[in-house]
């Protein structure tokens, strides 16, 4: 791939969770073009690899490695691989996480008639399934945790590194229909926060990206129709963007580089930034 501009990545190694996905695995390219090293993680062994195979086919280092961020165990077989192949993290980019349909409200607004429920389809907040959000607070918090718990012990002791978290927009100001994956990425924002203060006296950085609106494998068939039309959610999106489109993949890749880059951002620490069209600007008037 193309990357805006370039950082030394060089004798880098880093470790991309989700990689298999849309969005980190444009992370994962652009940080092995400016010379990094790879480790693409994912819950599906096929998706890592495919990236991984991106990465070297277009002359990069890269290894596809199997791993469940919600397993502690996973996690420490993976580090092991990582460390045996490539070398200790220097760069741990978070990028798993996701919502869950029974984390989620069928409508926008609780009306009076609704407590009525005479459609099995309709799902209020009081039919949320505890379950549901469990999974989802796990997934994305928990999720965002233990890598960091897993990766970041050989950063300390080898005098420092760097974590990049990926939280949301629903972080600044939640999305209706959506609590659980709402709260998920805050408490990523305040932990971003809470971590890179803990760990400012052993060199290792902490800051997240916050990506507006960006059409993944998760969110297409929520945003587009068949005919690639936009729903009424996608057409909500829109018109309370201002620059009136959609992000790309790449459009994460500046931000992505610049935070990683020790002589760009040394002094940038417990940040969220916002990749978003303006969205988290805009008043809706």
């Known amino acids: 791939m193309s990357v805006p501009f370039k950082v030394d990545l060089n004798n880098k190694v880093a470790v991309v969770t989700g990689g298999g996905g849309v969005l980190c695995g444009i992370m994962a390219k652009a940080l092995a073009e400016c010379g990094a090293k790879v480790a693409v993680l994912d819950l599906r ?21 199997a791993a469940n961020v919600l397993e502690l165990d996973s996690l420490v077989a993976a580090e092991k691989i990582v460390t045996e192949k490539l070398g200790p993290c220097d760069i741990l980019i978070n990028g ?31 039919d949320l399934d505890p379950e549901g959000i469990k999974f989802v607070f796990n997934l994305n918090f928990i999720g965002t945790l233990m890598p960091t718990q897993v990766f970041c012990k050989k950063m300390v002791e080898n005098g420092g590194g760097t974590v990049l ?45 916050a990506p507006g609106f960006f059409l993944t ?7 587009t129709n068949a005919d690639g039309s936009l729903t009424a959610r996608g057409n909500t999106i829109i018109s309370q963007t201002p620059m009136g489109k959609f992000g790309k993949p790449e459009d994460l890749v500046g931000t992505l580089l610049w935070l990683v880059d020790e002589q760009g951002a040394g002094f940038v620490n417990g940040t969220v930034i916002p990749v978003d069209g303006a969205f988290s600007a805009f008043s809706g008037v």
């Open 96 to 126: 798993a996480g996701g919502n869950h349909p029974k984390g989620t409200t069928s409508k926008e607004y609780l009306l009076p008639e609704d407590m009525q429920k005479t459609s099995e389809e309709l799902t209020t907040f009081f």
């Open 165 to 209: 978290n990926i939280s949301s927009m629903n972080a600044f100001c939640p999305l209706t229909k959506i609590p659980a994956y709402s709260g998920a990425k805050a408490a990523i924002s305040n932990f971003t926060q809470w971590l890179a203060v803990h760990m400012s006296k052993v060199n290792v950085r902490v800051n997240a990206i």
């Open 45 to 65: 062994q096929e998706a890592a690899d495919q990236t991984a195979a991106e990465i070297n086919q277009a002359g990069g280092c890269a290894i596809g490695v």
């Open 217 to 223: 494998d998760q969110n297409r068939a929520l945003l």
